[in-house]
């Protein structure tokens, strides 16, 4: 297990995936600061990962985003430089972080040429960070967020579809409440 990532300090681009997974002793990712540019990027299993502050230099994945299973992680605000996530298999999966409150660092994207998915996040409560999304290639599921207001998810989706989206949509499970 990797108590830190600081050995990676000067890596700028990946040219295949960047795996970071199954570190219990892992609480900050502040050594990927350099880190532009990947072929995919998947954070899973870091049950201690409190955040992703260093990750402000990533713009680009031309392969998934995969944020998933992280216990302890109560936001992706280190995401915000994060424009572009295209090429093969270019899908964002945010999953089952129990503490993630909000994708406000996602308001960077813009083009995801797969599709967004956002799947048992217990304690997410807000998803309107990530409206500045130009362009979806596939589909966008929301699915069960308790806490997280059905109709933000139907916002979304609505936001996708006057700029031109023509996807499919999965929007279920989720929780009650105003938008």
Same mark, same amino acid.
């Given at each position: 297990m990797l108590p830190n990532v600081d050995g990676l300090a000067a890596l700028v681009e990946?040219?295949?995936? !960047?795996? &970071? $997974?199954? +570190?219990?002793? !892992?609480?900050?990712?502040d050594g990927l600061s350099s880190l532009t540019t990947t072929s995919g990027f998947r954070l899973v =299993?870091?049950?201690?990962?409190?955040? /992703?502050?260093? !990750? $402000?230099?990533?713009? @680009? *994945?031309?392969?998934?985003?995969? &944020?998933?299973?992280?216990?302890?992680? *109560?936001?992706?605000?280190?995401? *915000?430089? /994060?424009? +572009?996530v295209d090429g093969p298999s270019s899908n964002v999966h945010i999953w089952d972080n129990d503490a993630l409150i909000h994708l406000d660092g996602l308001g960077g994207i813009t083009t995801i040429t797969g599709?967004? $998915?956002?799947?048992?996040? =217990? $304690? /997410?409560?807000?998803? =309107?960070?990530?409206?500045?999304i130009t362009f979806l290639g596939e589909s966008l599921a929301v699915i069960d967020n308790p806490r997280l207001p059905t109709?933000?998810? @139907? @916002? /979304?989706?609505?936001?996708?579809? *006057?700029?031109?989206?023509t996807g499919s949509s999965v929007i279920a499970g989720n929780g009650p409440g105003s938008c």
């Open positions: 990946v040219g295949g995936d !960047l795996d &970071i $997974s199954g +570190n219990d002793a !892992l609480a900050d990712v =299993s870091n049950d201690n990962l409190l955040n /992703l502050n260093g !990750l $402000s230099s990533f713009a @680009e *994945s031309h392969g998934r985003v995969q &944020i998933a299973y992280n216990r302890r992680l *109560s936001n992706v605000d280190g995401l *915000s430089g /994060l424009t +572009n599709g967004l $998915s956002i799947r048992e996040n =217990s $304690s /997410l409560a807000r998803i =309107s960070g990530i409206d500045s109709c933000q998810a @139907e @916002e /979304l989706a609505a936001l996708l579809t *006057s700029r031109g989206w």
